[in-house]
């Protein structure tokens, strides 16, 4: 299977709702994940990262929760706006070779009707 | 402000061609990444660099190479290049941070079209 399994590949919610967004990854020794969205045509942008010692952080909206033991982390936007609508990717620190590199999720496109 | 640059934003080649993507940091940031983006694929690793004159094979390496002379440049280049390396290239730098790489900062991509 893959590194990092992203779900789901499109999400459509309806403005104000919020908004889950899941990843599972495979080395249980990664310890960086970061969360980047990229608009239409425009470069992917980190959105907030979480790191291995602890469990949930949170930026206004947007929000990122870690269950190591589990081996999977998500993000939720709250009160969701058309602004929102974008691709957004999971990533996480895999090891390969002797190095751990940053492998990302296939994407969620989010969908935020008026 | 973090810059990273690209040297073309489209590009398009024929089969067979030696082509060359260059890309820029300007904050002095010890990694640097070369990535293709494809529909449904997300963000692929081609190659990366710790450091100067340092490289490792991310997923995808089969028919490119990479070269970091300066700290700040790293070139992507296909020696001959094939219809289906046709994608958007996306450079990246970070720090090295706790676990072994950062935030990275994203150029503006190259799509390369290879007729």
């Known amino acids: 299977g893959e590194n990092v399994e992203q779900h789901p590949s499109t999400l459509s919610v309806q403005e104000g709702d919020s908004a889950v967004i899941k990843c599972t990854y495979s080395?249980?020794?990664?310890?960086?994940f970061p969360w980047y969205k990229q608009e239409l045509g425009k470069r992917p942008q980190l959105i907030i990262d979480?790191?291995?010692?602890?469990g949930e952080k949170k930026d206004q909206r947007i929000a990122v929760t870690l269950n190591k033991t589990a081996k999977h982390f998500s993000l939720h936007i709250t009160e969701t706006q058309p602004e929102d609508s974008a691709v957004y990717f999971c990533a996480a620190s895999i090891k390969s070779g002797g190095s751990y590199i940053p492998t990302f999720g296939r994407g969620t496109s989010l969908i935020v009707h008026p | 402000d973090v810059k990273v640059t690209q040297s073309s934003r489209y590009l398009v080649k024929r089969t067979g061609e030696k082509v060359f993507l260059e890309c820029v940091q300007d904050?002095?940031?010890?990694?640097m990444f070369w990535y293709r983006q494809d529909p449904g694929l997300g963000l692929r690793l081609i190659y990366f660099?710790?450091?100067?004159?340092?490289?490792e094979k991310g997923d995808i390496p089969e028919g490119y190479s990479v070269s970091r002379e300066k700290k700040e440049r790293f070139s992507l280049i296909l020696e001959s290049a094939s219809t289906n390396q046709t994608s958007m290239y996306l450079c990246?730098?970070?720090?090295?941070?706790?676990?072994?790489?950062?935030?990275?900062?994203f150029g503006p991509g190259t799509r390369l079209t290879v007729l």
């Open positions: 979480i790191r291995s010692n602890v």
């Open positions: 660099s710790y450091d100067v004159k340092m490289k």
């Open positions: 904050m002095d940031h010890e990694n």
């Open positions: 080395d249980s020794a990664s310890n960086y």
């Open positions: 990246a730098s970070s720090f090295i941070g706790q676990g072994y790489f950062d935030e990275q900062f």
